[in-house]
């Protein structure tokens, strides 16, 4: 028999300023263990080095973070011209030195003006994407390169905030799955040289662009002072654009059980919708067909 997690049933979704030095797993579990949460996940980490927001989800809300893995976000980054590192990032080794340019501020929003749009990414060895089962990280420590494809990204806006050489400043709002470091580098070769990042803030995660962080510090405050819960958001607060469908007794019925259920077509013809009861209380989440049955993706349990 497998043993139970300990813990609270704690559900809600924490919008963490991840402070600099730890990694997201070791923010997951900090911000987990102040909550004494028995179910936590993340909706995409942040390295090390970088600080900014990380979306905690605590109990039910964890089974939401999958769909939020698909979000655009919001960066400063601060690159470092003149010296290239085997990570791309300050916590890499060096392992070439390049000319630094003398370039113009207005030559040099051109350049980054260039890389604006659907543009293609090599993934950077020191990665969590898997190669046969294994982290690509894994490979690069043990010394092996394994070749790998580009990947389509988009670059919604590139903005200059400061070039004093030779350090370079730009903010970045991007799809999912672009690596910031991997930027840098391909934007220093645009301007024949190289760089590494030597900071990095997430300003948001979609759909959280006006949404206030909250730090580790002041979670500990808010625990100690009696107010923790007041840091939680609601466990769909991720899903904002996704439909509402209310249930009537004997729909709820089966959505409970994971049976699918008719709904109308009226209003919602197909795609994903948070499902809840006649008095407003959230029950899951339901992938919605053409032809007006729901079928129960997600079933939350939010009493246990």
Same mark, same amino acid.
């Given at each position: 028999m497998s043993r139970r997690k300990s813990g609270l049933n704690i559900h809600g979704v924490v919008l963490l300023d991840k402070p600099v030095?730890?990694?997201?797993?070791?923010?997951?579990?900090?911000?987990?263990?102040?909550?004494?949460a028995r179910k936590a996940g993340h909706t995409g980490s942040l390295d090390p080095f970088a600080?900014?927001?990380?979306?905690?989800c605590l109990g039910e809300a964890s089974k939401t973070a999958a769909f939020m893995l698909q979000a655009g976000k919001k960066y400063r980054a601060t690159a470092k011209l003149g010296k290239a590192t085997t990570t791309g990032d300050?916590?890499?080794e060096p392992i070439q030195t390049c000319p630094v340019p003398e370039i113009k501020e207005e030559d040099l929003r051109k350049v980054l003006a260039g890389f604006v749009g659907d543009i293609e990414q090599v993934p950077p060895m020191y990665s969590a994407l898997k190669h046969q089962g294994k982290p690509l990280y894994e490979y690069a420590r043990a010394g092996i390169e394994i070749e790998r494809p580009a990947r389509p990204v988009t670059i919604h806006e590139l903005d200059l905030v400061s070039w004093q050489a030779p350090e370079l400043v730009f903010d970045v709002r991007c799809s999912k799955g672009t690596y910031i470091r991997t930027l840098g580098e391909d934007i220093a070769k645009a301007l024949d040289?190289?760089?590494y990042l030597t900071g990095l803030h997430r300003f948001y995660v979609?759909?959280?662009e006006d949404q206030p962080m909250v730090s580790l510090e002041e979670l500990q405050f808010a625990r100690e002072s009696g107010v923790l819960e007041q840091q939680l958001l609601p466990v769909d607060v991720g899903l904002p654009s996704w439909p509402i469908i209310e249930l009537d007794d004997e729909q709820q019925s089966k959505f409970a059980n994971g049976n699918q259920f008719a709904y109308s077509t009226d209003i919602y013809k197909s795609g994903q919708a948070r499902v809840y009861g006649q008095d407003q209380n959230l029950l @899951?989440? #339901?992938?919605?067909?053409?032809? @007006?049955? #729901?079928?129960?993706s997600r079933v939350f349990n939010l009493d246990s």
């Open positions: 030095g730890i990694s997201s797993n070791r923010a997951l579990q900090k911000v987990r263990g102040i909550f004494q600080t900014g927001m990380l979306p905690i300050i916590e890499g040289s190289c760089a979609e759909p959280f @899951g989440l #339901a992938e919605l067909s053409e032809d @007006g049955i #729901a079928h129960p």
